[in-house]
């Protein structure tokens, strides 16, 4: 398949992306050491500092969070690759402080893997290091053994809260329980109505018949519950939110935020439209939508559909979600 898409030499497409994006948003972040991107503030050494790392290709993530109340460093890799444990280990003795880093990692192959063996190179350098894996997407294996759940766009609600409560002055292992309640009470389902292309190749990495959709299809185009006829924008919200509530065993009175996630393609009226529907099936369950979010977080190229992200919020998550971050994804005042 041809390419389509405006870049230049294959191999330079991550370096000419990150030094475009610190060109636009300079206020925020900057590169440092080998294509690190940090805050272009640094908070301060008593606060815990959080880093990730991923893929290139799914802008605006992971990047484009870091900065105040969100993420201190993120390390981005190759299109769609993890990048290799010595850049991670990089990043977290760049990070390293009195207060200690907390690393979030999505769960995929080869992120784990990275974040895996420098997790030990950073212990053996007496780093104050510790972790929290998110996998959220409910098109794989039971909750009750969520090793081979994928990490999808949820891995926003846990940086959100996590970075939160270390602006806030939370220790290292108060910001790492928060994290993994966030991560432990969200849910996370995929829609692909059309497959994405490698920016490098132009290799369809994915593809969806015309007039069919695939329900829990992965970031990088991985099988999820099954292909089906494409249905209208409320059959669908009905279908993945029922799937979502089961899954997470929402009740009536419980407070959600939810994300409606564009991977690509899909447009905005679209996204509205889900939400719109999302708001009155919670209203019919008692169940109360607290918080919103709607846009392109967690992009597959042009892939087309959405994620749809829930999350059980309690008093402190709700307090720590709406505190105040400047990124260049995500900005709360």
Not at 101 to 122: E, F, I, P, R, T
Not at 147 to 153: E, N, P, T, V, Y
Not at 170 to 197: F, H, P, W
Request: contains cysteine.
């Amino acid at each position: 398949m041809p390419n389509r898409k405006f870049t230049n030499k294959p191999d330079d497409i991550v370096n000419e992306l990150l030094e475009g994006f610190v060109l636009a948003h300079p206020d925020k972040i900057r590169l440092a050491g080998s294509n690190l991107v940090v805050r272009a503030q640094p908070k301060a050494q008593d606060q815990v500092a959080v880093v990730t790392l991923g893929g290139s290709g799914h802008e605006p993530a992971l990047s484009g969070y870091v900065g105040p109340g969100m993420l201190d460093i993120s390390v981005p890799g190759d299109i769609f690759a993890a990048p290799g444990p010595p850049r991670l280990v990089e990043a977290l003795e760049m990070a390293d402080r009195p207060a200690g880093v907390l690393l979030v990692v999505l769960n995929h192959a080869g992120d784990v893997m990275s974040a895996k063996v420098a997790m030990q190179m950073a212990q053996a350098k007496g780093l104050n290091v510790k972790q929290v894996l998110t996998h959220e997407d409910i098109s794989v294996p039971s909750r009750r053994d969520p090793k081979d759940r994928r990490g999808l766009a949820g891995c926003l609600f846990v940086i959100k809260v996590a970075g939160a409560a270390a602006e806030k002055g939370y220790s290292l292992d108060e910001c790492l329980a928060v994290a993994e309640r966030m991560e432990k009470n969200m849910a996370t389902l995929a829609v692909a109505t059309a497959g994405a292309s490698h920016p490098a190749t132009g290799q369809v990495i994915a593809e969806v018949p015309d007039g069919r959709m695939n329900v829990g299809m992965g970031q990088h185009g991985e099988a999820g519950t099954g292909e089906q006829e494409l249905k209208t924008a409320d059959a669908t919200a009905r279908l993945m939110l029922e799937m979502l509530v089961k899954d997470l065993d929402v009740q009536s009175g419980e407070d959600l935020l939810v994300m409606i996630n564009g991977v690509g393609s899909a447009t905005l009226m679209e996204l509205y439209i889900v939400l719109r529907q999302v708001k009155r099936l919670c209203d019919a369950k008692g169940i109360n939508l607290a918080r919103t979010l709607v846009g392109e977080y967690l992009t597959v190229q042009e892939m087309g559909g959405f994620q749809m992200c829930i999350a059980r919020m309690d008093d402190e998550l709700l307090e720590l979600w709406d505190a105040p971050c400047c990124t260049p994804a995500l900005t709360l005042c």
